[in-house]
């Protein structure tokens, strides 16, 4: 669906130049929601309107559909980017115009007929829920609200892909929630590809189904969400998951197990199926250990179940290996983080 093959961005030149995006390579498959997570500066904003050519790779090429979009000529471009909506942090609604004049703009601008675009902003307003605001003007909005007027608008065209730039970065949490249920509900209805940044760990893990994590204009890790919660391989990538769920030990603590030689921290990953296993009890049960839980934390990924706990065991070294060997066995990953 979505290409991207050795694209770089380069703002200015010489001395002062910036080089925002660096080699990006990546493929985003039809329905699927791919998210794009850095910090402030990391490139995300440059790699997403890069997408659309709102702003114009340096190098590289972006594949739309098995069109190079960078090859195409201004008419041309104009017209593949009715197939690809986007949405901002704030909302870049009209102001002058009510609700229904917002959400009809793109339709206006491709000449349909007034009963066609009557039809479509009707429609359009009832999937955002908003049916009753038709006749607002944005500043009568929450930004909730705002949002959803310009997700409708977004839609009007059809569109095949759906670009998010920070797009629940200005709203509260409640609201947030509010509008990510509404990017899946989408996303399902229309089987609409989605590609997001953001710099909130949380986006991702409600609603991504993969994810690129970029630094100084670099993608240095990519996977499916679940890989990158349970093994993460960059320290960038622990920071953002810890925003989620801290699996760091207490200060303190370890120099107090110091007092229990042959013991090992061990963290246990549970994912899916594996959330349901008993493997405490088996540990006691099969290999008469006494694990002591230090913390733990469960948690949905999009769909998934995952959950993750930290304990601690003490035995003779050849035992603890055959347990944590008959752990992995059962399909929940036990590592071994701190050995006393
Ligand atoms: N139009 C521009 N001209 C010059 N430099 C730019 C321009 N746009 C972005 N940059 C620079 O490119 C780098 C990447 O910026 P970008 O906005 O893509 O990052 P970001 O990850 O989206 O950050 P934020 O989350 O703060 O928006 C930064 O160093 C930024 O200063």
Known sequence: MISVRNLEKVYGSGSTAVHAI???????????????IGFSGAGKSSLIRCINLLERPTSGEVIVNGTDLTKLSTDELRKARRKIGMIFQHFNLLSSATVFDNVAAPLKLNKAPKEVIRKKVSELLEVVGLSNRAQAYPSQLSG???????????????????LCDEATSALDPQTTESILDLLLDINKQYNLTIMLITHEMHVVKKICDRVAVMEEGQIVEMGSVLDIFSSPKTATTRNFIRNIFDDQLPEGF??????????????????????????????????????????????????TTFGYLVISLTGEAAVLDAALKYVNERGVRAEVIHHV
């Open 144 to 162: 909730g609200q705002k949002q959803r007027v310009a997700i409708a608008r977004a839609l009007a065209n059809d569109p095949e892909i759906l």
């Open 254 to 303: 370890l120099e107090r197990m110091q007092h229990v030689p042959g013991s090992r921290i061990v963290r246990l990953t549970f994912i899916g199926e594996s959330t349901g296993h008993p493997v405490l009890a088996e540990l006691t049960e099969k290999y008469h250990l006494k694990p002591n839980i230090l913390f733990g934390h469960i948690t949905q990924i999009k769909d």
């Open 22 to 36: 660096k080699n990006a390579n990546f493929e985003i498959e039809k329905g699927e929601i791919f998210g794009v």
